[in-house]
């Protein structure tokens, strides 16, 4: 669909493996996978019906999930990846990993958002979310409480009957940065209040974990850098159904932006012909081939499989996941890294301000700028 002199029109179809809506803290799916095929309907609806034909498929359509229990299953699937290979893109997410994001999203930042920028520059972000992925990875019931704490603020907008994520009381186990963490939530309640009051709760407020919004956006902004104009045909979806206003405003829209953020370049525009069209897999067939890859990408990531197919797949990953898809990077708390000692300094800082009502922002940037020259001249010594 792409000509030597220009990039026309791309037909795309959507769909997703692992949802669970707002509850990321899910215990049978830790990963949610959203994939996207570019294909006109007559190519899928042929190649459905052949695989269908070929490997015997019951009820008359493909599904992804049942298909990968079986090894002529995992041969369709294989046979769909390998046909659609370089037309499809996939975005992969660590669903505990996107929650401690979404954490640093509305606890930390609704409090130093009017200098959010220099935060984001050096990483302090996913120096809070990867600690906070290590805590609810394996240190057990504090740090769990303090999640499903988030999540159900997150939910129901309700900030009663909260038993962690604003009690002054703390577990004898708590490790000493999940105290500070615990210490900014307490003592910048109200700036969460006034950030999340009237929205959470209801509306599109409901999914404000849920990944599928900021997966498919992704997606149609990878796309827009191949394609002059999108027209997305989606799996029916409520967190979509509930509001695609953050869609509706690229219709049309031909310029192109970018956000630039940690030194990273990542389009946030691109053109769509028209509405989402939010449809029944059953009549779309694409719908069903995209069903089949986000299966897939979800099974490679489960590290207990280690059939062919899973290898195979995985030395796919490069080529086809989206940049922007989230997962931990333990790199960011590693600290022999002069970043990592400041940002691990810095959140003492932010503690200790918020403990003695100092404000967060004032003179920020040169406080970071002295312990960077601090740090050089004399990091802090690591235990051995």
Request: proline content about 2%.
């Amino acid at each position: 669909m792409v000509s030597e002199k220009g990039k026309k029109n791309a037909i795309l179809h959507f769909d997703e493996s692992g949802f669970t809506g707002n509850n990321l803290l899910h215990e049978q799916q830790n990963i949610f996978c959203y994939a996207s095929i570019e294909c006109s309907h007559q190519e899928a609806k042929d190649f459905v019906e052949y695989i269908i034909k070929k490997y015997k498929i019951q009820n008359g359509e493909i599904k992804g999930s049942k298909l990968l229990k079986g090894v002529k299953g995992k041969r369709a699937v294989d046979e769909i990846i390998q046909h659609f290979k370089g037309r499809f893109k996939v975005s992969i997410s660590d669903k505990k990993y996107a929650l401690a994001g979404k954490f640093f999203e509305y606890i930390f930042e609704p409090a130093i958002q009017s200098v959010s920028s220099i935060f984001y520059k050096i990483n302090f972000h996913r120096f809070i979310s990867n600690m906070l992925h290590v805590e609810l990875s394996v240190r057990g019931a504090m740090a769990e409480q303090i999640f499903e704490d988030f999540e159900k603020l997150m939910r129901t907008g309700d900030f009663e009957g909260l038993k962690a994520l604003f009690s002054a009381s703390k577990n004898e186990g708590i490790s000493p940065i999940l105290e500070q963490i615990c210490d900014f939530a307490i003592h910048n309640k109200e700036a969460v209040v006034r950030e999340l009051d009237g929205y959470v709760g209801s509306g599109a407020g409901k999914w404000v974990l849920d990944l599928t919004n900021t997966a498919l956006f992704g997606l149609l902004a990878a796309w827009g850098q191949e394609y002059d104009q999108l027209t997305a045909y989606c799996d029916q979806s409520k967190p979509l159904s509930e509001d695609q206003e953050i869609f509706n405003v690229m219709i049309n829209r031909e310029d192109k932006k970018y956000s630039h953020v940690a030194a990273i370049d990542s389009p946030i525009t691109f053109n769509l012909k028209e509405p989402l069209n939010l449809v029944d897999s059953k009549s779309v067939h694409g719908v069903q081939l995209a069903d089949a890859v986000a299966s897939a990408f979800a099974y490679v990531c489960d590290n207990e499989n280690q059939d062919e197919y899973a290898k195979k797949w995985r030395g796919m990953i490069e080529g086809h996941v989206i940049f922007g898809s989230i997962f931990q990077d333990y790199d960011h708390l590693d600290l022999s890294k002069l970043e990592v000692q400041r940002n691990a300094v810095l959140l003492q800082e932010l503690t200790e301000r918020s403990k003695n009502g100092q404000s967060l922002t004032e003179d920020i940037g040169e406080y970071i700028q002295f312990i960077t020259m601090a740090l050089r001249e004399n990091p802090l010594e690591l235990q051995k």
